[in-house]
Nanobody
């Protein structure tokens, strides 16, 4: 299983970005995919997740109503649409995968496979 995150960058106040997580070696519907972020000096935080099969979505309270996770199973890509970005959204964002479903989909401990990070920076 390989994951490739992309789409990070600099964004103005109130701006938007869409991150992509391209997966290989998986049937996407069989995996739960999560997005996590880590800011300097802080622990890794679960942001959003989408479960295998049912496609149920989960969000951290800090991003509810602003971020949306979705997937395109045909091209094996999971997206994180981020809107109304705040300074506290600045972090390195990672995508991760675990086969099946998990009881705590925004917990990093649940995940088996990780991609490299992509930097998101909300300009002041």
């Amino acid at each position: 299983v390989q994951l490739q995150a992309s789409g990070g960058g600099l964004v103005q106040a109130g701006g938007s970005l869409r991150l992509s997580c391209a997966a290989s070696g998986v049937t996407l519907d069989h995996y739960t995919i999560g997005w996590f972020r880590q800011a300097p000096g802080k622990e890794r935080e679960g942001v959003a997740a989408i479960s295998g099969t049912e496609g149920d979505t989960y969000y951290a309270d800090s991003v509810k109503g602003r971020f949306a996770i979705s997937r395109n199973s045909a091209n094996k890509t999971v997206y994180l649409q981020m809107s109304s970005l705040k300074p506290e959204d600045t972090a390195v964002y990672y995508c991760a995968a675990v086969r099946g479903v998990t009881t705590t989909p925004t917990s990093a401990d649940e995940y088996e496979y990780w991609g490299q990070g992509t930097q998101v920076h909300r300009l002041q």
